[in-house]
């Protein structure tokens, strides 16, 4: 996984939008907002992938598979969807098996976009409450496990003053040390 500051130049979400030159983000960055990621290769990734889930408490996962070719006439529209910056009240956790994308997440107190560029054998934990979005690259194709403690609850609050003071994102702040 590559982490490097978003350029903000307007224009298709699926191109990489890296600063020249790129502006890298270290892992001590990604450690104080609480993205946690390993690093897994895809062959023989089970017995590796269920020793983490084991660890966090991860009991369920299923598999999602993000192309034109999956979705159809709704892809356009979800894929925009996708690109709402949002927070849940649960992690999201995703582990790479094929293609790849971009999850671009809000660093704290800056707000700035960091993204974040996975591909097969990343497996990634965004906390409960940060804000976020994702997309496809131009290859328009990613398949990855969604792992979960329970029943999953992926409902996205798209970010608004509601959301803002949502509890579990008045939790995640306090968590990264802003705000009270
Ligand atoms: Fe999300």
Redesign the pocket.
Known sequence: MRAYYYDNVPGDQRLPHDYVPTRPVSKETLDSINVKFWSIPVEGYEPKVDAVAKERGYKNRDTINVSKEGLGDVYEQKIKG?FEE???EDE?IRYILDGSGFFDVREMPTDAWIRLAVEPGDLIV?PAGIY???TLDEKNNIKALRLFQDEPK?V?HNRSQDTDINPHRVGYLKAVGVGA
Do not use: G, Q, S, Y
């Open positions: 996708f949002h927070m849940h999201e965004l976020h979005r994702f992926w996205p």
